[in-house]
């Protein structure tokens, strides 16, 4: 069975600063995605990025970046010079099998961030 | 690029009431659909599985004769909440694998309120 676990269920920081969203998953497949997405108050999903576990690069996307750690099968997400627009529930996410897309996510619990001005 | 039209995206309705969602995937076929709930400041859970021309799969505790799940072509999947309560409102969204750029494409979800 898959599991992830997001410790963090609140989070709020002042704007510019820097934040760190923690993921920890289980699976027990060699072969896997991990994925985070944002949560607007609207509902829908945002994706974000997704991950598959034969890459352990980390990834740097404008402010955004994430640090894949299959050492500590952790899959932990910063914000750099965080933004009121930043303010949303994050999830973590994780499928399992060959091809992403095959399998329903598994998601996390979610981490609310507020940013406040 | 791919698009899964969910609609309604908000709906109330009153208690013993069904109340029908539908997920329809534009431009790309479909034969699987992913039916997540996600109660107020919780996370998405997995409902069911839908694939056309058979009978939807449902996750332990989900309730096949309270939500029925329809899949009657590769381009249209159902939910409907029969008999719906109170504590059925939720945000319902469903999920078509394969197609977004992340290997999923969500719909933009249903928030169901029943009164």
């Known amino acids: 069975a898959q599991k992830v676990t997001q410790a963090q269920t609140e989070i709020s920081v002042v704007e510019k600063e820097d934040v760190t969203l923690d993921c920890v998953y289980e699976?027990?497949?060699?072969?896997?995605?991990l994925f985070w997405y944002k949560q607007p108050p609207s509902g829908e999903l945002v994706f974000l990025i997704r991950?598959?576990?034969?890459?352990?690069q980390n990834e740097i996307s404008g402010r955004y970046s994430w640090n894949f750690q299959k050492s500590t099968s952790s899959f932990n997400f910063t914000i750099t010079a965080s933004q009121v627009v930043d303010s949303a529930v994050y999830f973590c996410a994780l499928s399992a099998g060959w091809a992403s897309g095959n399998t329903p996510l598994v998601f996390g619990k979610g981490t609310r961030l507020s940013v406040i001005a | 690029g791919a698009v899964v039209s969910q609609h309604p995206s908000r709906v109330i309705c009153k208690s013993g009431t069904s109340v029908k969602i539908e997920c329809r995937s534009l431009d790309f076929q479909a034969t699987t659909m992913f039916w997540y709930r996600q109660f107020p400041k919780k996370s998405l859970m997995l409902m069911a599985t839908s694939n056309e021309g058979s009978k939807a799969t449902y996750e332990q505790g989900v309730e096949k004769d309270k939500f029925l799940i329809n899949h009657a072509s590769l381009t249209l999947s159902t939910l409907t909440v029969t008999s719906a309560h109170p504590e059925d409102s939720s945000f319902y969204i469903c999920?078509?694998?394969?197609?977004?750029?992340?290997?999923?494409?969500f719909g933009s979800g249903t928030r169901l309120t029943v009164v």
């Open positions: 699976t027990r497949d060699t072969t896997y995605y």
């Open positions: 991950r598959n576990s034969f890459d352990e």
């Open positions: 999920s078509a694998p394969g197609t977004g750029f992340d290997g999923y494409t």
